[in-house]
């Protein structure tokens, strides 16, 4: 079986084939940091991760890319308004690169929070601004760029295929154009390569004048430089496909010659109770503040994965609260396992158990090769831990085979705590315990267990699956 996948530029899914058998070259629009990331910012991020973790599971080596724009994205994501770097810098009386530096961090500890496996490498637009004018050379000299007084503009019209990732037509976009917002561009949709302006306060030299790249530019230096000029998936936000991605892929494929990039992978918007996430509407909430509220870190995670990423999220708390509960299901079965893995009784795992790992991962599998099933995934998942439940007692061999299976489907979900497997078996015993003193309604004995429970360093918290142990240590 192969994955398939949802490509954006051929408008249909697709069966996946790596240009280098075994390997996998995917490169992911990054944040421009300027600002605090919020969920809706993360929600590709998580879905290039679970790609990645997924693609790895099934043996690919995966080099993945992931930029960080600490320069020239302008506020309507083409070649007007104020660089969003500089707006912050100036409200905050700042140097840009100060402010870069600090948004920067928040995003990785965002990430760490969240656990998204790093990517190899997360090149800055500000270091590879040599790249960036070595293509800007090529497109000049090829004819696709032309250059006005210190500024340097992409010629759509010398593009023939512009418009085939988003389906905008030039005619179609020439007809709704304002052509006064730039007297300079030959055409309204020629779009900024290098921008002069003597205010910016990032200035590099160049053979134009000094100046600063603009956006678009950024990622195909990047991309190629680590990639190469053709790899096989680029991923990012729905908002990404136009004008950013489109133009990456004619100025990418006007300087190479070759096809930039083999398949588009984009994820739809997160609403926040069926709305749009703004500031004004006060739901741009950060993961920081999501966990500062009560909600775990995985949880959050969770709920970020588990729709499907070519539908919409509305994404609520509620949902969280249904996220931590699932959560809470898996840990529960993961501590029973634990615990019965150490079992004296051995011998050879029942067939019946057998036959149930076997098809839980194939069928696992099977969903996230359907383009990335996640809801279909999630189920496969559910049905083994109940068929788990309903076994109860095993051998040690047993309970380490299914312990095996629900770590390797993790491996690619990536929301259970790891601590979990650590729990002591004594701790494990008083909490059995105090479980059944509740149940006999002894709640004086199950307070006493619990701080017993406590004074050993852990901490138990009921949930309406059983009950989840933790390290005292571990943040809510």
Not at 59 to 83: K, P, Q, Y
Not at 172 to 184: T, Y
Not at 348 to 371: G, V
Request: with cysteine; charged share 25%.
């Amino acid at each position: 079986m192969d994955l398939k996948i949802y490509n954006t530029l051929s408008r249909r899914i697709e069966e996946f084939k790596p240009l280098q058998k075994g390997r996998v070259g995917i490169y992911s629009c990054g944040p421009t940091v300027y600002s605090h990331p919020h969920i809706g910012n993360f929600r590709s991020f998580l879905v290039a991760d679970l790609l990645k973790r997924f693609l790895e599971f099934k043996g690919f080596a995966v080099t993945h890319i992931m930029n960080i724009t600490d320069v020239g994205h302008l506020t309507d994501d083409a070649d007007e308004g104020a660089d969003k770097l500089e707006e912050a810098a100036k409200k905050q009386k700042k140097d840009p690169l100060e402010i870069a530096k600090v948004y920067t961090a928040s995003f990785l500890e965002a990430s760490k929070l969240l656990n998204i496996k790093p990517p190899n490498k997360y090149p800055k637009a500000t270091e590879h601004i040599g790249d960036m004018i070595d293509i800007i050379k090529v497109l000049v000299d090829k004819g696709f760029a032309y250059v006005v007084g210190n500024n340097v503009y992409y010629d759509v019209t010398k593009f023939a295929d512009y418009g085939k990732l988003s389906g905008n037509t030039l005619d179609d976009l020439n007809a709704g154009a304002r052509i006064e917002i730039n007297q300079e561009k030959k055409n309204p949709q020629d779009f900024a390569l290098w921008k002069h302006d003597p205010k910016h306060l990032q200035q590099w030299p160049s053979p134009w004048g000094k100046g600063f790249p603009g956006w678009h530019i950024e990622c195909s230096a990047m991309s190629s430089k680590y990639l190469g000029a053709q790899f096989d998936i680029h991923t990012g936000g729905e908002d990404n496909i136009f004008p950013h991605h489109e133009c990456e892929i004619a100025q990418s494929e006007a300087a190479s010659g070759k096809k930039f990039v083999n398949y588009w992978l984009h994820t739809r918007f997160l609403l926040f109770d069926g709305e749009k996430m703004s500031k004004s509407k006060g739901n741009l909430y950060t993961i920081q503040e999501l966990i500062e509220k009560g909600f775990r870190k995985n949880a959050i995670r969770y709920a970020l994965i588990s729709s499907h990423y070519r539908q919409n999220y509305n994404f609520t708390f509620d949902g969280l609260n249904a996220a931590q509960q699932a959560i809470d299901k898996i840990q529960q079965c993961v501590l029973t396992l634990t615990e019965l893995r150490k079992n004296k009784k051995q011998g050879a795992i029942a067939e019946p158990l057998r036959h149930l790992t076997s098809n839980c991962l194939a069928e696992f599998d099977a969903a996230l090769y359907e383009d990335l099933n996640i809801s279909k995934a999630l189920a496969v998942l559910f049905d083994f831990i109940r068929e788990v439940n309903k076994a109860g007692d095993m051998n040690s061999t047993a309970a380490a085979e299914m312990l095996d299976t629900i770590n390797k489907i993790d491996s690619v979900l990536g929301v259970l705590d790891a601590a979990d497997e650590e729990v002591p078996g004594n701790i494990i015993e008083l909490a059995e315990n105090r479980k059944a003193a509740k149940l006999n309604k002894d709640f004086k004995s199950a307070d006493a267990l619990r701080a017993q429970i406590t004074a050993e360093g852990w901490l138990i918290e009921d949930t309406p699956g059983g009950y989840r142990i933790k390290r005292g240590e571990e943040s809510q």
